[in-house]
């Protein structure tokens, strides 16, 4: 038994198998998870006493914010068991990993503007997270610029996988650096009320929306490292079969 | 030293260890490897090429005055202005200036076949990757940490700012060369690497520009700004054990294009 | 002193490039005395199966073995005992040979068999005049011709104590008596118990190899589709 055979091809097709299984209830609780979050957020809990309703926008604005983080990690996690142990299945999780991510990333940054123009009367602040948070954008993009710059497959997945894991290195260094940057030129016009507590009425549909957004995230990622399997394994008969089956 | 490791039952058979060599094999020896001959013989020949090309070490420096000169002419030449802005704009300016000569690190030697030829040295890899990041230091950061004074006077930087700049540039652009060789690595395979490798570099720049600025800022302002050298001091260190693993790890896999 | 039997085994190498099958099933066992000569048409992987011998490259299946130990594992050892000549010659065209050739030694002299015979420049010098570069050690390698700078690179193989050569069309751009001397060269290697692996779109002259076993591994006979399916 040849055992990187196994490991090139048997085990992608193993996981499509597999998560084919999973699917249908990761849905459901995508989705009774992210319906009730919402649902609960966005009509019952009650108005904040300063910013009105506009303070709404965490519901999307924090949990999309922790998954981008978090979203890096699991990128370069895949990528890195991938290069050690040469596990196809992790180099398609850290490519379908890099969008996603870069996409959370940008609804975080987004949705953070938009709650600034009513609160801070602009669209953008050079406030520390938010500074973090562009920069993780930018590491995302570079991941991906990278991955798409070279021809050949392998040499790509590797090249990225190595590149992310200097970014894991770095982010609690860049994280730090730009907080004490902000401490340092923090204007005093901009007062940060982070002593000030959350109601249990707001926060528990967020933890809701929370734990939706990592259902959300798990299943984006098995969605697209899907993709990514059929992609590669097109040539391959259960692909072929597969196709002809459910067309 | 004789060398006879028994090897795993995955990788061989006791079929295939009868039929592995015999009585009148000569052992094999374990490589007696000197460290620092590949670092010196690479340092030798890159500090040698570098000085035969003496217009590249300038090419760098021209473009941190011409930068430096469009800064005036863009903004203000009121004094009080750019003093304000000058620890950052040359710190800025000292960034793109190392990186738009990071392209070339491992380049040339791709092109011509060395990198091949470093990668087939029993040496170490990490070593030949040090003695190439010292040298592009030696030719890029150096220089630079030198003419930074001129700037800041042009700047009219505060007059307790340039120690700080100097040290802060000779520590910082040596961190820039050691994590710019992991980019540099990344891409050479690529025909388009220059702009992919600034791309993929700059974000991991942002600690090393803040505290290198913030130095300078802090000491022309009157404050004390020994803690953010400490800082560079550190990341220097750090990138000094790690950045040329990742770096010869990087060579390995983006020379096969 | 070149060890008496020296083995190269490839066993079951299997590569592929970018979806398309180089070779599979590729067993040899290449012995000391031998110059195996790498044939196919362009494209068959020639090149890629001496970078994978050379460890430049890893993407494959199967084992490379020299002395019976894998050549990933053993990366240091092997490498000391190998020398590798690709299509690009690897010298800085700034420097001069001489200088090119000192760089080399200083990468390479890394065994204890490497470091018995101490590389100077005498022994710089005297590869250079068996190349034909005797004058020319000085001269920067731009003022030389295309051919010179390939025979620079030449000049390795009478420096280098390594035993096992890979050379990857070693004839590009060299003349006609250069030719024949690189043969002789290759067969003495071989005689003295060296082996060579090389690729060549020229036919070999056999009369330089009377006396060795000149063995051919056509990659046409290990090509074949991907078979997709476990």
Redesign the interface.
């Known amino acids: 038994m040849?055992?990187?055979?196994?490991h090139?091809?048997?085990s992608p097709r193993w996981f499509y198998e597999k998560s084919s299984v999973w699917l249908p209830y990761l849905w459901v609780l995508t989705a009774s998870l992210l319906i009730a979050g919402s649902v609960w957020g966005l009509a019952f809990s009650p108005a904040d006493a300063k910013q009105g309703n506009s303070y709404r926008i965490i519901y999307i604005h924090v949990p999309a914010a922790f998954l981008a983080l978090a979203g890096y990690y699991v990128m370069a996690i895949s990528g890195a068991v991938g290069l050690i142990w040469r596990i196809k299945v992790a180099e398609l999780t850290m490519r379908a990993a890099a969008p996603i991510g870069a996409v959370l990333t940008f609804v975080s940054l987004f949705t953070g503007a938009v709650w600034g123009k009513p609160t801070w009367g602009t669209w953008w602040v050079w406030d520390a997270r938010i500074t973090s948070m562009l920069?993780l954008f930018?590491?995302y993009?570079?991941?991906m610029?990278?991955h798409n710059?070279?021809?050949?497959?392998?040499?790509a997945n590797?090249?990225s996988a190595?590149?992310a894991?200097?970014?894991t290195?770095?982010i609690p260094?860049?994280y730090?650096?730009?907080d004490?940057?902000f401490t340092?030129h923090q204007p005093a016009t901009i007062k940060f009320t982070s002593e000030s507590t959350i109601d249990p009425s707001m926060l528990y549909p967020l933890l809701i929306m929370v734990i939706g957004f990592y259902a959300l995230y798990a299943l984006a990622l098995i969605l697209r490292t899907r993709v990514e399997i059929l992609k590669r394994?097109r040539?391959?008969?259960?692909v072929k079969a597969l196709a002809l089956g459910s067309a | 030293m004789t060398l006879r490791i028994l090897q795993g039952p995955s990788s061989m058979t006791s079929d295939s260890l009868s039929t592995a060599p015999a009585t009148d094999t000569a052992p094999l020896e374990i490589p007696d490897i000197n460290l620092w001959s590949g670092f010196a013989a690479t340092f030798k020949r890159d500090i040698t090429v570098a000085f035969r090309s003496r217009g590249d070490i300038a090419n760098p420096l021209i473009f941190f005055l011409i930068v430096i000169t469009m800064v005036p002419l863009g903004i203000s030449p009121e004094r009080d202005t750019l003093a304000l802005l000058a620890p950052g704009m040359i710190w800025v300016v000292a960034l793109l200036a190392t990186l738009l000569s990071l392209d070339g690190l491992f380049r040339t030697d791709y092109e011509d076949g060395s990198l091949e030829q470093l990668l087939i040295s029993p040496h170490p890899l990490y070593f030949i990757v040090i003695s190439k990041v010292l040298v592009h230091w030696l030719m890029t950061g150096l220089p630079l940490t030198i003419t930074a004074p001129i700037l800041g006077v042009m700047l009219s930087l505060p007059n307790q700012g340039y120690m700080p700049l100097i040290a802060s540039l000779a520590i910082g652009t040596g961190v820039l060369s050691l994590i710019g060789a992991i980019g540099s690595a990344l891409t050479v395979g690529l025909r388009k690497g220059g702009l992919l490798l600034s791309l993929i570099i700059m974000p991991l720049y942002v600690p090393v520009l803040i505290f290198g600025a913030s130095a300078v800022s802090s000491a022309s302002e009157g404050f004390p700004f020994v803690g953010q050298l400490a800082i560079l001091g550190a990341f220097l260190a750090m990138a000094m054990i790690l950045a040329p693993f990742a770096a010869a790890g990087a060579l390995r896999i983006s020379v096969n294009g | 002193m070149m060890p008496n039997s020296l083995t190269l085994e490839l066993k079951d190498l299997c590569c592929d490039r970018d979806e398309r099958r180089l070779f599979s099933h590729l067993n040899a066992q290449i012995e000391s005395g031998q110059v195996v000569q790498v044939a196919g048409p362009n494209g068959s992987g020639k090149t890629t199966l001496l970078r994978l011998l050379t460890g430049i490259s890893h993407d494959y299946d199967g084992d490379i073995l020299w002395q019976g130990q894998s050549i990933q594992r053993h990366r240091a050892l092997y490498l000391s005992q190998m020398l590798y000549l690709g299509h690009l010659p690897g010298t800085k065209k700034a420097l001069t040979p001489q200088e090119n050739l000192r760089w080399y030694a200083g990468m390479s002299t890394a065994g204890k068999t490497v470091t018995d015979t101490t590389i100077n420049d005498t022994t710089i010098n005297s590869a250079l005049s068996k190349v034909g570069l005797y004058g020319f050690e000085d001269v920067p390698c731009y003022q030389l011709s295309a051919g010179q700078q390939r025979r620079v690179a030449l000049a390795r193989l009478y420096l280098t104590p390594a035993p096992l050569w890979i050379l990857d069309e070693p004839f590009t751009a060299i003349d006609k008596r250069g030719v024949a001397e690189l043969e002789q060269a290759i067969a003495n290697h071989a005689e003295r118990g060296g082996i060579v692996i090389l690729t060549t779109h020229q036919d070999l002259d056999t009369q330089h190899f009377k006396n060795i076993g000149l063995r051919t591994i056509d990659l046409t006979d290990f090509a074949g589709a991907i078979e997709y399916d476990e």
């Open positions: 040849d055992w990187t055979w196994f090139r091809l048997g920069i930018f590491l993009l570079g991941v610029a990278l710059a070279f021809t050949h497959e392998e040499t590797k090249a190595i590149l894991l200097v970014g290195v770095n260094i860049i730090k650096s730009v004490w940057w340092l394994e040539r391959t008969k259960w």
